[in-house]
T-cell receptor
Framework: DAKTTQPNSMESNEEEPVHLPCNHS???????IHWYRQLPSQGPEYVIHGLTSNVNNRMASLAIAEDRKSSTLILHRATLRDAAVYYCILRDRSRGSNYKLTFGKGTLLTVNP | DSGVTQTPKHLITATGQRVTLRCSPR?????VYWYQQSLDQGLQFLIHYYNGEERAKGNILERFSAQQFPDLHSELNLSSLELGDSALYFC??????????????FGEGSRLTVL
């Protein structure tokens, strides 16, 4: 699986936007970019995913660089509930591949009131 | 609530013992994944089943085994337990087996403590 690189930790203030970066310089053409987060004492939770174009949903936005070697998860207004470990994961969608998620260390996001 | 149910939530046992963790996927989901999360290793993929068939194995020890039953629930069996097996075990389910882009839904986990 292609690897991703994320900062170990980031800090934000409540109600401010948060930009969580992810580098994936070895991404292949069949890799989708997935983001999950894990709140304390809970299982991981899907946030968003994309292939080439920027994506928006009710939780967040995903901005994907034109060369796809990096992406940014954007939380538009951070709340205390957004404090979690955020994982950026590449998922190969080609035929015959396994669809498991390979988690790295992720970014621990701290949100200050 | 993800719709994935894991039992038991907590389990304390002794070294050398055997335990079974159970997972009920979301209604309609055919795929079940098992993950292990320990403090030093992070989330590690163990095994994936799709509609009763094993699809992929990850870092699963030979002492561990899993299966998915016709009603699609899955069990993870851990035997000859060692202290290092203490961890959170997560089950996740998804609709997909092949060719569908979809998210994984995780349960709340089973916390295993081996004394």
């Amino acid at each position: 699986d292609a690897k991703t690189t994320q900062p170990n930790s980031m800090e934000s203030n409540e109600e401010e936007p948060v930009h969580l970066p992810c580098n994936h310089s070895t991404i292949s053409g069949t890799d989708y970019i997935h983001w999950y987060r894990q709140l304390p004492s809970q299982g991981p939770e899907y946030v968003i995913h994309g292939l080439t174009s920027n994506v928006n949903n009710r939780m967040a936005s995903l901005a994907i660089a034109e060369d796809r070697k990096s992406s940014t998860l954007i939380l538009h207004r951070a709340t205390l509930r957004d404090a979690a470990v955020y994982y950026c994961i590449l998922r190969d969608r080609s035929r015959g591949s396994n669809y498991k998620l390979t988690f790295g260390k992720g970014t621990l996001l701290t949100v200050n009131p | 609530d993800s719709g994935v149910t894991q039992t038991p939530k907590h389990l304390i046992t002794a070294t050398g013992q055997r335990v079974t963790l159970r997972c009920s996927p979301r209604s309609g989901d055919l795929s079940v994944y098992w993950y292990q999360q320990s403090l030093d290793q992070g989330l590690q993929f163990l095994i994936h089943y799709y509609n009763g068939e094993e699809r992929a194995k990850g870092n699963i020890l030979e002492r561990f085994s899993a299966q998915q039953f016709p009603d699609l629930h899955s069990e993870l069996n851990l035997s000859s337990l060692e202290l290092g097996d203490s961890a959170l075990y997560f089950c996740a389910s998804s609709v997909e087996g092949t060719g569908i882009t979809g998210e994984l839904f995780f349960g709340e986990g089973s916390r295993l403590t081996v004394l």
